[in-house]
């Protein structure tokens, strides 16, 4: 099992934060190729506002791919399969590399952002089929832990094109075509893993209605001697089911039994982009400025966050199946909702007194191991955990358009939001964080060591009134 989350995980969630991080190191000598090259083919220098537009373009198509991936992610799921899906996934993850590898020798920025826009579709489809995958092939009392590999793999990519993309690597002049096309590697590396792992046993029995190879799938991740007990819980869901085929996004939206869940996802999915993380990393160079900190060692204090939230996610999948995911996400975003008010003030106050940065540097890595211990691990676990078999990849479709959408407003408005409020940005996301606490804490129920069938029992409640 442990093994099997590492196959998904390096090629799935690892390929998001991989890439949202590596754009980051390159900036300036990608505004230099984009000069160049403008010059060499138009005989005329390139505005500035255009370069600013295009450099845009480059960074934020990404999560337009990702849009698009979303969409299509949860068919993929069910026409080949969650190993299919991802197996098939990574073939767009190379030719994207290959395209982004030749811009800079061709001269072509154009294959730069369509390299950009294949490898975002690849990470939109990797987020919504891998904790697919995850939360369908482990058992119960471990189903938690397991699921935290989406969150682990994905903060690693996040640490690893931190380090990559330092200018001791590829983040030098000469590199930067190499640093960008170096996401091929971890989809070569699932092409070689994944095949020795079987498909997930509740798509094979559910979806596919094949009985041996599910139980030769449950065998080869429980053992001969417990597989039995999964084997059985499969059997109850799919005759609860009673045939009933995967359903579409939009039969969700009209389907009451799934009315409070959908709600849910939804919620919680917004709650984790707009929770203010972002805000986090854009005011983390400034601040790490004001602590007297040089400006040529920021990258280096920078590797601190990705670290943190990497340390984070570690921690919340041993404690997820203790603790229970309610005490976690809630009390993280109440954790959040401090860090936010303690943030307003030393920066409002930060040139009084000497130490003012340093209580701003704490919060900081304070409010990204709130992030990392509740919202940001535990949000794509519970969306497997609150939906039956029919249900659940037309979830992580509508998930991650939700997030993909939350992600791509909060990049074009945060700039706005920052410009216009300065530090008192963080009393907007102090607001949205309690409402997100408190949203939980009314509606979801503890899903801890619950069979898919006795969470949807719970929220018959709801969906129905206390009576039925």
């Known amino acids: 099992l442990f093994l099997a989350v590492c196959a998904v995980g390096i090629g799935g969630t690892f390929q998001y934060g991989y890439n949202v991080s590596i754009i980051n190191a390159p900036t300036q000598h990608i505004h230099k190729f984009l000069n160049e090259t403008w010059t060499s083919r138009y005989h005329k220098e390139l505005n500035p506002d255009l370069l600013t537009f295009l450099w845009s373009v480059i960074a934020s198509i990404f999560s337009l791919g990702g849009l698009c991936g979303a969409l299509i992610g949860g068919s993929m799921a069910i026409r080949l399969g969650r190993k299919g899906a991802l197996l098939m996934n990574n073939i767009i993850a190379i030719i994207a590399s290959i395209l982004m590898g030749i811009s800079f020798p061709t001269g072509l920025f154009e294959l730069l952002i369509t390299g950009r826009f294949l490898i975002g579709i690849n990470s939109g489809i990797g987020i919504c089929v891998q904790p697919l995958y995850i939360g369908e092939v482990a058992p119960k009392h471990?189903?938690?832990?397991?699921?935290m590999g989406t969150s682990i793999f994905l903060t690693g990519g996040i640490l690893t094109g931190q380090?990559?993309?330092?200018?001791?690597?590829?983040?030098g002049e000469k590199y930067w075509p190499l640093l960008l096309s170096s996401s091929c590697f971890p989809a070569f590396a699932q092409l070689l893993f994944l095949p020795w792992f079987p498909e997930s046993p509740r798509y094979?029995?559910?979806?596919?209605?094949?009985?041996?190879?599910?139980?030769?799938?449950?065998?080869?991740?429980?053992?001969?001697?417990?597989?039995?007990r999964e084997m059985e819980d499969i059997q109850r869901e799919c005759f609860a089911l009673d045939g009933e085929k995967p359903k579409k996004p939009w039969q969700l939206f009209?389907?009451?039994g799934v009315r409070w869940q959908l709600i849910t996802v939804i919620v919680m999915t917004m709650g984790q982009q707009l929770s203010g993380i972002n805000a986090i990393y854009f005011y983390a160079t400034y601040i790490f400025e004001q602590a007297g900190i040089p400006a040529e060692k920021i990258p280096y204090v920078t590797l601190g966050t990705g670290a943190c939230e990497c340390l984070t996610a570690l921690s919340c999948g041993l404690l997820i199946d203790y603790v229970g995911?309610?005490?976690?996400i809630i009390g993280g975003y109440l954790l959040m909702t401090l860090w936010c008010t303690v943030l307003t003030f030393s920066l409002t106050y930060q040139d009084l007194y000497p130490w003012v940065p340093y209580v701003s540097m704490t919060s900081i890595f304070a409010f990204i191991l709130s992030f990392g211990l509740g919202p940001g691990g535990i949000t794509n676990t519970l969306t497997a955990e609150l939906f039956v078999q029919s249900s659940r990849p037309a979830a992580y479709m509508i998930?991650?358009?939700?997030?993909?959408?939350?992600?791509?407003?909060?990049?074009?408005?945060?700039?706005?939001?920052?410009?216009g409020l300065k530090q008192y940005c963080f009393l907007v996301f102090l607001l949205e964080c309690s409402f997100v606490a408190a949203f939980i804490f009314l509606v979801i129920p503890e899903t801890k060591t619950k069979s898919f069938l006795e969470i949807r029992k719970e929220f018959h409640k709801l969906n129905f009134g206390r009576n039925t």
């Open 163 to 171: 380090i990559i993309g330092l200018r001791e690597f590829l983040g």
């Open 399 to 419: 998930g991650g358009t939700v997030s993909w959408i939350s992600f791509f407003t909060i990049g074009m408005l945060f700039p706005f939001i920052v410009n």
């Open 254 to 256: 009209t389907d009451r």
């Open 142 to 147: 471990l189903r938690g832990g397991l699921a």
């Open 325 to 328: 995911r309610r005490y976690l």
């Open 204 to 228: 094979l029995l559910i979806d596919r209605g094949d009985e041996l190879s599910c139980a030769k799938a449950l065998k080869r991740f429980h053992g001969s001697s417990e597989y039995r």
